[in-house]
């Protein structure tokens, strides 16, 4: 079927370019729907800007970093407690936020004084931390304030801090994806090779787009442990800014997500000559996979071998019982990119389910190629959804269960269809034989929970 123009779009019919409906013997040499472009004017976007993509999803994940956002205080607040992303030091970096809280004056005389005393004041409340991201926003970006002068006087000022500034304001890209490409290049440059490890073991790797939502990288990292993998830079869930700093001696990159985090991959492979190597981490049968290459790549097949046995005899039964009562049912996954072709093989392979619907807010033409590839016929693909096109989309589909954010997750609710949050996790971690687990738990769950139903009911009505 060619690029469909949904009813509600009829006044912007340049929305057909973005919406795609999979048919039978057509494949992404035939259709492919427009991405990684500039939004439509009045189309509603759900998407997230580049500083959130800088911020929220990358740097604001590591566990001893100060993060200074140069600009209004809403924008510090607005990318606080949004993402789950725990550490093993008592989540410094969720119980804290930092801004220069920047007011109409700084606007018309310049914030840079403000910024400087707002680092400085960090620093003085929280002596144990000496390290800091310093985040431009719209407004600082546009009166042309130069953090990184200001950066370079507090680090020789108080001589023990090393301060990386992203300049990613929120109008620089057409999505937060260019958050996550302006973070990873300019650490590649500024920081990598830095810092000096310490190796432990003959097989080291960086690990590469994972940010420990709700424990993701505590599943994954007890794994390699029991592979000897020792993990040298952990881009950057549960990692610390100095950890990131020593990649550049690992033997071989892992990439989980490879839209926010492939860059980064790219270059230490051109600078330094270490491999990249890119897996799936949900699902039974991708973490296998994905397993399996690191060990061939390390010649450690049958600790690989031993470890998958040993997970799968622990989880393989509760995937079983989920299974039998999660095959047929209908799944939409709305989320950011990447998460569809992680997904949408993972719940329709392990656990029999039907993704019949699936939107990304951020995802380049790359990732619509692997998720309409892996799709089944008759799926919904869009690019930069919006929430009309979204209900459109439930009449057609009738979903049993939406993967989305809390945003889009409350307007679901409110028809009675249940959501699972599928940036932050309802109940992980989900990554791993123990996390998909989980995340089969949940999907049951929801699926079969009386609420939805008697939300329906009107009291009112005898």
């Known amino acids: ?181 302006v973070l990873n290049i300019a650490w590649m440059n500024e920081k990598v090779g830095t810092v000096e490890p310490e190796i432990t073991s003959d097989y080291t790797i960086n690990f590469i787009g994972d940010y420990n939502i709700q424990g993701d990288t505590f599943v994954l990292e007890k794994y390699f442990k029991r592979l000897g993998i020792q993990i040298v830079g952990h881009f950057t869930g549960n990692a610390t800014y100095d950890q990131c700093r020593s990649m550049h001696r690992a033997k071989l990159s892992v990439v989980n997500c490879s839209r926010s985090a492939g860059y980064i991959a790219n270059e230490l492979k051109k600078k330094y000559g270490i491999p990249r190597l890119d897996i799936d981490t949900w699902g039974f049968d991708y973490t296998m996979a994905g397993l399996r290459k690191v060990g061939i790549f390390f010649g450690i097949e049958d600790k690989v071998e031993e470890l998958v046995a040993e997970e799968m005899a622990k989880y393989k039964p509760k995937i079983e019982w989920y299974k039998e009562r999660l095959q047929g049912k209908k799944m939409a996954i709305w989320t950011g990119g990447p998460r569809l072709w992680h997904w949408t093989k993972a719940v329709e392979d392990d656990l029999g389910m039907e993704v019949v619907a699936m939107s990304s807010k951020f995802g380049h033409q790359e990732d619509f190629e692997k998720v309409i590839s892996r799709g089944r016929e008759g799926t919904i693909y869009i690019d930069d959804g919006n929430e009309l096109e979204f209900f459109e989309v439930l009449d057609m589909v009738k979903p049993d269960v939406i993967f ?59």
């Open 404 to 462: 989305t954010g809390p945003r889009v997750g409350e307007l679901v609710k409110k028809l009675h269809i249940p959501y699972i949050n599928g940036h932050a996790y309802h109940n992980g971690p989900y990554m791993g034989f123990e996390g998909f687990a989980n995340m089969a738990r949940d999907m049951y769950n929801a699926t079969n929970s009386p609420l939805m139903k008697l939300a329906a009911n009107d009291i009112r009505v005898g």
């Open 1 to 181: 079927m060619p690029l469909q123009l949904f009813k509600c779009d009829e006044v912007i019919p340049e929305r057909k370019k973005h919406c795609y409906i999979k048919m039978p013997g057509e494949d992404i040499s035939d259709y492919l729907p427009s991405s990684n472009v500039e939004t439509i004017p009045g189309t509603l976007s759900e998407r997230g800007c580049s500083y959130c993509g800088a911020k929220l999803v990358i740097g604001g994940v590591l566990k001893d970093t100060i993060q200074m956002i140069h600009g209004p205080v809403g924008c510090a607040y607005d990318t606080w407690h949004t993402k789950r992303y725990t550490s093993d030091n008592d989540n410094f970096q969720l119980k804290y936020v930092w801004s220069s809280d920047l007011k109409e004056g700084h606007i018309v005389f310049g914030g840079e004084k403000q910024l400087k005393k707002s680092i400085v004041e960090a620093f003085a409340e929280m002596p144990h931390i000496k390290r800091m991201y310093i985040y431009t926003t719209c407004g600082t970006a546009l009166i042309g304030d130069d953090p990184k002068a200001v950066a370079r006087d507090v680090e020789k000022e108080l001589g023990d801090v090393d301060i990386f500034v992203v300049e990613c304001p929120g109008f620089a890209g057409v999505s937060q994806s260019k958050g996550h490409h």
